[in-house]
T-cell receptor
Framework: NAGVTQTPKFRILKIGQSMTLQCAQD?????MYWYRQDPGMGLKLIYY???????DKGEVPNGYNVSRSTTEDFPLRLELAAPSQTSVYFC??????????????FGQGTRLTVV | EDQVTQSPEALRLQEGESSSLNCSYT??????LFWYRQDPGKGPEFLFT???AGEEKEKERLKATLTKKESFLHITAPKPEDSATYLC????????????FGKGTRLSVIA
C-alpha cells in the first residue's frame, strides 16, 4: 500500500519558471491537502479539496493553483516561481466520518528551491 | 481566527527524564485535536486524535490528554529514538474544515 506519493522529491527552479508538484493517494480518501513548511514555522495550508472537482483556498494560496479531476490525484501548480516559494511542500489526504476529519496521511515531501 | 500554540519550541531531555509538551488552542467549536511526529526530512506521522475534554490516549511511552483549552503530550522515560518534532493540529468549526497546525516542539533525547 503506497499511501500518499509525491514527486519530485527535490527540485531547483529559476525565478519565473513554472512547475507542477504531483500528489497521488491510493486510499480512496475524499480529502486532500497541500501544505508548505518553512523552518520553525509549522505547516501552512495552501489549498485543499473535499472531493473530485472541488477545491478551496487555504491560508497561503497566492502564487499557486490546484485541480482535482480524480479522487486519486491533486497536483499543485506553481506559476512564475519566486524565491519566497522556496520551501518544503507536503501533500496529505484523509477520509471523513460524520463531518470530522480522521487522521491525515502525509507524503514524504518535495523540497523546492527557487534561485 | 483559530490559533494553535505549542510550547516549548525546543526541549532537551536526558534519556529516562519524563516531561510534557503543551498545545494550547483558541478555536470556535473544537471537533478534534491531532498529534503528529515528524522526523527530519520526512512527512508528519499520525500519533493520536482526541475529540473531547477529559479524553486520554496512550501509545508506548506517549500519552496525550485534552482539556477545554489545551492538550498535553506526556513522554515517560524517553529514549533517544523519541527525538523528533511533535506537531499539534486542530479541526474546528462546522463542515469539512482542514487542520490548523502549531509550529511544533523539537524534542531531543540525549543518551
Amino acid at each position: 500500500n503506497a499511501g500518499v506519493t509525491q514527486t519530485p522529491k527535490f527540485r531547483i527552479l529559476k525565478i519565473g519558471q513554472s512547475m507542477t508538484l504531483q500528489c497521488a493517494q491510493d486510499m480512496n480518501h475524499n480529502y486532500m491537502y497541500w501544505y508548505r513548511q518553512d523552518p520553525g514555522m509549522g505547516l501552512k495550508l495552501i489549498y485543499y479539496s473535499v472531493g473530485a472537482g472541488i477545491t478551496d483556498k487555504g491560508e497561503v494560496p497566492n502564487g499557486y493553483n490546484v485541480s482535482r479531476s480524480t479522487t486519486e490525484d491533486f497536483p499543485l501548480r506553481l506559476e512564475l516561481a519566486a524565491p519566497s516559494q522556496t520551501s518544503v511542500y507536503f501533500c496529505a489526504s484523509s477520509s471523513g466520518f460524520r463531518g470530522r476529519n480522521t487522521e491525515a496521511f502525509f507524503g514524504q515531501g518535495t523540497r523546492l528551491t527557487v534561485v | 481566527e483559530d490559533q494553535v500554540t505549542q510550547s516549548p519550541e525546543a526541549l532537551r531531555l536526558q534519556e529516562g527524564e519524563s516531561s510534557s509538551l503543551n498545545c494550547s488552542y483558541t478555536v470556535s467549536g473544537l471537533r478534534g485535536l491531532f498529534w503528529y511526529r515528524q522526523d527530519p526530512g520526512k512527512g508528519p506521522e499520525f500519533l493520536f486524535t482526541l475529540y473531547s475534554a477529559g479524553e486520554e490516549k496512550e501509545k508506548e511511552r506517549l500519552k496525550a490528554t485534552l482539556t477545554k483549552k489545551e492538550s498535553f503530550l506526556h513522554i515517560t522515560a524517553p529514549k533517544p529514538e523519541d527525538s523528533a518534532t511533535y506537531l499539534c493540529a486542530v479541526q474546528a468549526g462546522s463542515g469539512n474544515t482542514p487542520l490548523v497546525f502549531g509550529k511544533g516542539t523539537r524534542l531531543s533525547v540525549i543518551a
